[in-house]
Each structure stands twice: as C-alpha cells, then as structure tokens.
T-cell receptor, first 113, second 114 residues
C-alpha cells in the first residue's frame, strides 16, 4: 500500500512569491492534515480537511490556505511568501482524523530567499 | 490552551544504554497518546496508547501511559546507533480545533554514540 506522497520534495522561492504544495494520502484515508515544522516551534498545525471540507484550522495568517479534492488529494497554498515561511511542510493522512494515528509524508522543504 | 511537554529536549547516550523519554500533557478532550520517530524525513508511527491500552511493546521499545499523572514514557533498551532520531509525543483529541486533532510536543533528540 503506497504511503503519503508529497510533491515537490524541495522548493526555493523568493519573498513575495506564492507556492502550491501537493499531498496524496494513503488510499482510503479521507482526512488530510498539514503541519509546519521548524527547529524553534516544532510541529505546528495548519489545517485539516475531511471529505473536501476544512474541519479545523490552526493559528496561521490567511496567506496559508488549502483545499481537498474529491479523491482526497490535498493542496496547500502560501501567498506573499515571507522569510519566516522557510520550513518543512508535512502532510499527514488518517482514516477519520480524530485523535487516531496519522501517517506522514516525507514533507516539502521550502526555502525562502 | 492544550499543550504537550517532552523532556529532556536532547539526550546523548552510548550504544547498549537504556533510555527513558518523558511526555506530559494538559488537554481537555484526551483520546489517545502517540509516539513517533523522526529521522531525516517523515515521522514514523511507533505506538498509540489509549485508556483501553495503556502499555505497548515492540522489540526494544516500550511505552506506558499514566492517565492519573497525565504522562507517558517511552523506553528504549540496548540502544543502537540506528535509534538516533527525534522522538515526538503527540496527544490525540476527541474533537479537533485550532490546534488540530493531534497536538505535538517539541520532541526529544536522541543521539546514540558507538
């Protein structure tokens, strides 16, 4: 069974640009959560999608947005990039999402110059 | 605000040593406690503990949940260099919110020296 797939693996952008990251969950998983991981803050929750609906949202500015498609694949978009957005962005999928185990992808390493 | 605290933040041991990693939590809608191991890439799932399963063991790794003390420990016996990683503790909630369904601690970085 294929795991969670995130693309691209690495991205380099400059301030002010926008970026879109993609996540394909494990087959059958309907919940997709996104996290930002930095050395100082650890894993911080961005948002969760379940059956194409945003179910929870973290405390991030509106520049961070996402969506989920009918096949459960999810995308995350960050507009007007700032230096502080440099991080590893992780996507995790689970069957139902609530409180159970989540399976992570390898992440997208985003660097802002 | 719900929170998960891990200690120590980092630990250096020698091969063959036994280590104990700690995790404590303060949350309002506890459902589960999970341990993950993160090397260079994706966190990989180790254990999930709930009220109905407070002790888990897999090979040299074991974990116990203490619901009274709101804490958990992860034990690794006979450590190997391949155990070097960041160990993440997360608490699963019955109802997610602005912190999501899983709240993570900052992790314990374990380095095992040959």
């Amino acid at each position: 069974k294929a795991g969670v797939t995130q693309t691209p693996r690495y991205l380099i952008k400059t301030r002010g640009q926008q970026v879109t990251l993609s996540c394909s969950p494990i087959s059958g998983h309907r919940s997709v959560s996104w996290y930002q991981q930095t050395p100082g803050q650890g894993l911080q929750f961005l948002f969760e999608y379940f059956s194409e609906t945003q179910r929870n949202k973290g405390n991030f500015p509106g520049r961070f947005s996402g969506r989920q498609f009918s096949n459960s694949r999810s995308e995350m978009n960050v507009s007007t990039l700032e230096l502080g957005d440099s991080a590893l962005y992780l996507c995790a999928s689970s069957l139902a999402g609530t409180g159970g185990s989540q399976h992570f992808g390898d992440g997208t390493r985003l660097s802002i110059l | 605000e719900d929170k998960v605290v891990q200690s120590p933040l980092s630990l250096v041991v020698h091969e063959g040593d036994t280590v104990t990693l700690n995790c404590s939590y303060e949350v309002t809608n506890f459902r589960s406690l999970l341990w993950y191991k993160q090397e260079k890439k994706a966190p990989t799932f180790l254990f999930m503990l709930t009220s109905s399963g407070i002790e888990k063991k897999s090979g040299r790794l074991s974990s116990i949940l203490d619901k009274k003390e709101l804490s958990s420990i992860l034990n690794i016996t006979a450590t190997q260099t391949g155990d070097s990683a960041i160990y993440l503790c997360a608490v699963g909630l019955n109802y997610g919110g602005s912190q999501g369904n899983l709240i993570f601690g900052k992790g314990t970085k374990l380095s095992v020296k040959p």
